[in-house]
């Protein structure tokens, strides 16, 4: 039986932890530094990959960016979420930052053509925090999600600026076969729109308007305008309580 | 740009961890007490929390009266999962278990006014159980989670005693702003209810009245009388399959 | 107040995690065959069962097979994600691929009369992946399951061959009472069914036949027919936005 590198899980996950620590902190910065170089040239090597490290320098070149996009999207959260008490709470105790941060770093690598790389370190955060967001996916600025245990981000969603998600949502694909490999599966959020908790949408042409509300629960697989407030129309039966929930 | 000090999620997570190990196990107790002591002292140092010594009296005080309260916990698992094989079995692989003894202990540290700790606390096992329940909700005795994978339950929720809550349920504000801070923004839920897998309960005045039953994926804004059985009327279309799934 | 051995919840993680990695790297099978065995010795100690090298000798019988299944799997999850980027990619970085490797390993010590153990196991997986397969369930060849997060898969369904199931979706019971312990309280469902995201399916005695398709967010409590496909009629309101999502 062919054998896996299985345990390089392992790696990845502690490889990812500390590029988390040394971009926001700036002593995990110095005394990683030489363990991540190593570290990402050994995964490199042990899934066959060339040229470790030239991109492992192209890589170190774009955390700054990483960081300032980051900073803005912490200040997302602060804005946001009635809850937060200050703005180092947000990097110390909120998932959806957390699962952001991630995404955007295993994102550079993506567009560095790293395979492989990348879909384990969103599946590390997965992991940690059950949002699912594919390293090949396109966000913009000041992104903020709430809660997100459940949401799921497809491989070619389109997501601007200043979208806000919560949990359980899904931008997916509304058919599933092989050979829709490179087209366009997953919608495509304009700015400033808010998605409440377990919307679900699908598909590769999809548009949500500008500054559209799509509330709680609602499914769509057609177009919204910009400026739309879409809900779902739920009928609730409430009637005294007999025998279970069976009709 | 601005250090945070993110490394202290590793030192929140193996101290929430032996925390539970020694509220149950009373070798743990003895074998982490000062290392429990030690850390916490620490915790709050990091954070620039005051009176650290005195907090953490007053927490162990607490102890006890956790310990009894999960223990009422744990008798309404084993009374109510027809899956549940002992006692024990609650104590080592319930989530929906793990998950309440954290909270009772982040809620703990909340009450004493101890600031982002016990966000870090419930992220920890929000991380490892996708249920999110934030430290300063208000829950009462015998409360049962069944598989629980993406329950969120709200800052200012209020729960009764004998509630029963299954996995994807939100108890959640139905206006997310940052200016209702103060407010009491999510719902209340009156003793004996039951709210079945995926059902929204949404804003800060609505309570759900005594014994009531809320169906598997119930969408509710307003308030519910005791008693009540509240269903979902879904329609479903059955058809033979011809070619995909839009329509 | 009585004592759990809570910590065994440390020694279970380590030693599921070792198992998998055996199972797939042979280097890691020789390293860890030693630690393995009396790992598993020790756990059984700590739970009072008895026979516990017998048991062991079954268990390592049975490993081959459970691997031939999961290669397998891994099969049909290459087949079935356009988002997938090689067999590799699968074993090291699927959540659904992860999951049910645990499933396959901890339904053998189920089906060894192992208590306690098993669900310990499937506690440790639901944690890393969202996904909740009971031990007890019985599940055929070529499972897929895309994301993951939220699945919830009871005691006694029923899954036979080339099932494919999407995130958050639950195969449910519809009265959960605590003497319906050993009835079958779950779904079956035939070969060669999809179910779509967020789908509810509840009750013992409901089957969903073959070649069906089950749309996203459908919820059931009646069976299906074979080659049916079932869709959720959703109405939904679009409108210009004006003052929040309360009507």
Redesign the interface.
């Known amino acids: 039986?062919k054998?896996?590198?299985?345990?390089?899980?392992?790696t990845v996950k502690t490889f990812t932890?500390c590029l988390?620590?040394s971009l926001?902190?700036?002593?995990?910065e110095e005394a990683h530094s030489d363990y991540l170089e190593k570290t990402f040239l050994k995964i490199l090597s042990s899934l066959e990959i060339e040229n470790g490290e030239a991109i492992w320098e192209s890589f170190k070149a774009e955390l700054p960016k990483v960081?300032l996009q980051l900073?803005l999207d912490a200040v997302a959260f602060e804005?946001?979420?009635?809850?937060s008490?200050?703005l180092?709470?947000i990097?110390?105790?909120?998932?959806g930052f957390h699962a952001i941060s991630i995404y955007r770093l295993s994102n550079t690598l993506y567009k560095l053509n790293v395979?492989?790389l990348p879909?384990?370190m969103?599946?590390y955060i997965?992991?940690?925090?059950?949002i699912?967001i594919?390293p090949?996916a396109t966000i913009g600025e000041s992104f903020y999600i709430?809660?997100g245990?459940?949401i799921?981000i497809?491989?070619t969603s389109i997501i601007k600026d200043n979208v806000k998600i919560y949990?359980?949502v899904?931008l997916?694909?509304?058919?599933?076969?092989?050979?829709?490999?490179k087209v366009k599966?997953h919608p495509t959020i304009e700015s400033n729109v808010c998605i409440?908790?377990?919307a679900?949408i699908?598909?590769g042409d999809i548009v949500i308007g500008a500054?559209?509300?799509i509330?709680?629960?609602?499914?769509?697989?057609h177009s919204?305008?910009e400026?739309?407030?879409?809900?779902?129309?739920?009928?609730?039966?409430?009637?005294?309580?007999?025998n279970?929930?069976?009709?």
């Not at 879409?230 to 409430?238: D, L, Q």
């Open positions: 039986m054998s896996y590198n299985v345990c390089l899980k392992d932890k988390f620590y926001f902190d700036c002593e995990q960081r900073d804005n946001n979420d009635p809850a008490y200050s180092e709470e990097y110390l105790a909120y998932p395979p492989i879909r384990m969103s599946e997965h992991g940690i925090t059950g699912d594919h090949g709430d809660h245990t459940g799921v497809g491989e949990q359980g899904t997916g694909g509304i058919q599933v076969s092989k050979d829709l490999a599966r409440y908790a377990n679900t699908l598909g500054n559209s509300i509330g709680a629960n609602v499914w769509i697989t919204v305008p400026n739309s407030l879409v809900t779902y129309k739920t009928e609730i039966k409430i009637r005294p309580k007999k279970g929930i069976r009709e």
